[in-house]
């Protein structure tokens, strides 16, 4: 088993920054990517952006690149999203997931609790 906890939501003017960071505990070893997801009140739940756990591969979606930068901490077990230029349409719980075999997925086997990223206009 995998456990993850997010830290770094809150509430951001239009414009602001947020980093989220995610620390995964327990079988880390087993660990083969991590990812960002979020879900907005009403919509499914979209990948932002996805980093194998070794290596350099990195994935961010169309509808954030070039504002959001996924970057990982292998010592400390930790994955970070850094959001910036943020828009009030960014709002949503926003988790953190991690797989043992999956990458490019919707399906990851461990999650995070969510935490709240509120943009304010």
């Known amino acids: 088993q995998v456990q993850l906890v997010e830290s770094g939501g809150g509430l951001v003017q239009a414009g602001g920054s947020l980093r989220l960071s995610c620390a995964a505990s327990?079988?880390?070893?087993?660990?083969?990517?991590m990812a960002w997801f979020r879900q907005a009140p009403g919509k499914e739940r979209d990948m932002l952006a996805a980093?194998?756990?070794?290596?350099?591969?990195?994935y961010t979606a169309p509808s954030v690149k070039g504002r959001f930068t996924i970057s990982r901490d292998n010592a400390k077990n930790t994955v970070n999203l850094h959001m910036n230029s943020l828009t009030p349409e960014d709002t949503a719980v926003y988790y953190c997931?991690?797989?043992?075999?999956?990458?490019?997925?919707?399906?990851?086997?461990?999650w995070g609790q969510g935490t709240q990223v509120t943009v304010s206009s």
């Open positions: 997931a991690a797989d043992d075999t999956r990458y490019l997925s919707d399906n990851y086997n461990y």
């Open positions: 327990g079988r880390t070893a087993s660990i083969y990517a």
């Open positions: 980093i194998r756990w070794s290596g350099s591969n990195t």
